[in-house]
C-alpha cells in the first residue's frame, strides 16, 4: 500500500520561504513521477511542479523562478524548496505519485 506524508507547512510573511517534504511509503516511488500540487480556497487543485523519475522538472508559471522541486530516491522522498513566497501562494499543498496517490496535505499561508 502506498503512503504519502507531507511535511514542512507553516506561516510566513511575503517573500519569506519554506521547504515542504513528501515522505513515500511502498515500493514505486523510484519508478514514478512525483508532484506537488496545491488547491486555495474556492478555487481548484492545481498541479505546482512535477519531476520524473530521471529528474525532468516543470514547473507552473506562476511558481518558475521561486519554486525548486527535488527528490531523493534513495530515500524516497520528495522536495519543494519555496522562495520569495506571495500572498496568492496561499493554499493546502499535496504531494502526489504516478497521478494516482495523494497524500493528506499541508497548510502554507503567506501574509502581506
Known amino acids: 500500500q502506498v503512503q504519502l506524508a507531507e511535511s514542512g507547512g507553516g506561516s510566513v510573511q511575503a517573500g519569506g520561504s519554506l521547504r515542504l517534504s513528501c515522505k513515500l511509503s511502498g515500493s514505486i516511488f523510484s519508478i514514478n513521477a512525483m508532484g506537488w500540487y496545491r488547491q486555495a480556497p474556492g478555487k481548484q487543485r492545481e498541479l505546482v511542479a512535477r519531476?520524473?523519475?530521471?529528474?525532468?522538472?516543470n514547473y507552473a508559471d506562476s511558481v518558475k523562478g521561486r519554486f525548486t522541486i527535488s527528490r531523493d530516491n534513495a530515500n524516497n522522498m520528495v522536495y519543494l524548496q519555496m522562495n520569495s513566497l506571495q500572498p496568492e501562494d496561499t493554499a493546502v499543498y499535496y504531494c502526489?505519485?504516478?497521478?494516482?496517490?495523494w497524500g493528506q496535505g499541508t497548510q502554507v499561508s503567506v501574509s502581506s
Open positions: 502526489n505519485c504516478a497521478n494516482l496517490f
Open positions: 519531476i520524473t523519475s530521471g529528474g525532468r522538472t
